[in-house]
């Protein structure tokens, strides 16, 4: 099993940026697919990147292509999402989530650990 924690959540004002931390611990961080997926308030949970284990693939939701960017570090056993160019709409909690393999397009992309979250608010 793998524990994940988020960090670096806040407030920030349209247009700026924020850098989100997922720090794992457990076995093998190296061997999880790792991926970053958020809710709105009322709104159903949904995907926003993922990477494989070793960081050579990468996959995004169309609304933050270009925008955001998922990486990890392994020696670290994290795993981050740089997020520029920030819109109201981003606003959600995000979490954090590992799994075997990533699954484009099935549920939770294939995800079967999950952190608590972390708040993101951007004011307009």
């Known amino acids: 099993q793998v524990q994940l924690v988020e960090s670096g959540g806040g407030l920030v004002q349209a247009g700026g940026s924020l850098r989100l931390s997922c720090a794992a611990s457990?076995?093998?961080?190296?061997?999880?697919?790792m991926g970053w997926f958020r809710q709105a308030p009322g709104k159903e949970r949904e995907f926003v990147a993922a990477?494989?284990?070793?960081?050579?693939?990468?996959y995004y939701a169309d609304s933050v292509k270009g925008r955001f960017t998922i990486s990890r570090d392994n020696a670290k056993n994290t795993v981050y999402l740089q997020m520029n160019s920030l819109k109201p709409e981003d606003t959600a909690v995000y979490y954090c989530?590992?799994?075997?393999?990533?699954?484009?397009?099935?549920?939770?992309?294939?995800?079967?650990?999950w952190g608590k979250g972390t708040l993101v608010t951007v004011s307009s």
């Open positions: 989530a590992a799994g075997g393999k990533i699954r484009v397009g099935a549920t939770n992309y294939g995800m079967d650990y």
């Open positions: 457990g076995r093998s961080f190296s061997s999880y697919a």
């Open positions: 990477i494989n284990w070793s960081g050579g693939t990468t």
